[in-house]
């Protein structure tokens, strides 16, 4: 995804991807009114997020829009813990009628289950993808008063003192796991993995971890205080939000991780409420508030229609399975 191309011609690109968007929650009507009661009662949207970390902050904006549109209460529920298991498997286990639904990252569905063998769901047959809402890249962030400003001295650092560093991550098998184990095996460094259930901010901002990469919306407001160190953006390009902070790319040629967020319910749904749904996620996404916070946090929003997001999912999935090989990436 392109952060930090010509601003002129990113605001055309996203008018246009955004009146999309637009566009197809008109499809959404026609269908509305030929099926079952929908929504009956309160929506619940989970995320295996703890609350403001992560995806959570734009979850609870999508909730806010989503329940102006449908006109019931929709209740952010965080579930974080186990690579994301835990809230996906709520949703796996939930009544098919549109009532429970999931919102998380890409990686649920195209990491998680290569890491655990022993899922307590089976991605594949138990859930529905509804639609792809924006996807991005990540700052690595180091703690306050780290001996490292960058990401070069930070590979010196390593090979110096091999296994003495640690990174943090959001648990086993998270995106930031996957990102800081690639990261290695391209540096040729060895670094301590210390695993949280969700946020390690806090513990980071204590000086308790060493890095971590971190989204967007989380890390932002950490980097304008002064309280973290930036050392690099994971990104193809520098982000628009922090210029001054170099890619991965331009340490380590060719690195580069985004990753993307989606809605997902069980497996079950009446395909004309899936066709709902989607039209209008995608409307939420077209929303002011939601395009400004988009663009804000260096993300973008995507509009793959959602006949097509299971084989998005089988490509990233494929390219995983040869990046945990090639790269020898093993859970703790």
Known sequence: MDDAFDQPAAIDGRRAALAALGAAALATMLPARAQAKWPDGPVRLVTPTPPGVGIDPMARLYAEQFGRLIKVPVVVENRPGAGGMLGTDVVAKAPANGQTLLMTVGATFTTTPFLFPKLPYNPQKDLVPIAQLYGGGSFLLARPGFAAGSLKELIAMAKARPRTLNYASHGP?????????????????????????????TDLLAGVVDIGFEPPSSAIPHMRAGKVRVLAYTGPVRSK?????????????????????????????????????????????????LAQMLYDTSTEPIATPQAQIAAVVDREARATVQLIKSNNIRLD
Not at 246 to 253: D, K, V, W
Not at 254 to 273: I, K, Q
């Open 173 to 201: 098998g998270s995106t930031s796991h996957m990102f800081t184990e690639q990261m290695q095996n391209v540096a040729g460094i060895e670094l301590q993995h210390v695993p949280y259930k969700g946020s390690f901010i």
């Open 241 to 289: 939000i922090a210029p001054e902070v170099p890619t991965l790319a331009e340490t380590l040629p060719g690195l580069e991780f985004s990753t993307w967020v989606g809605v997902w319910g069980p497996a079950g749904l009446p395909d004309a409420l899936v066709v709902r749904l989607h039209g209008l996620f995608r409307s939420v996404t077209a929303e002011p508030a």
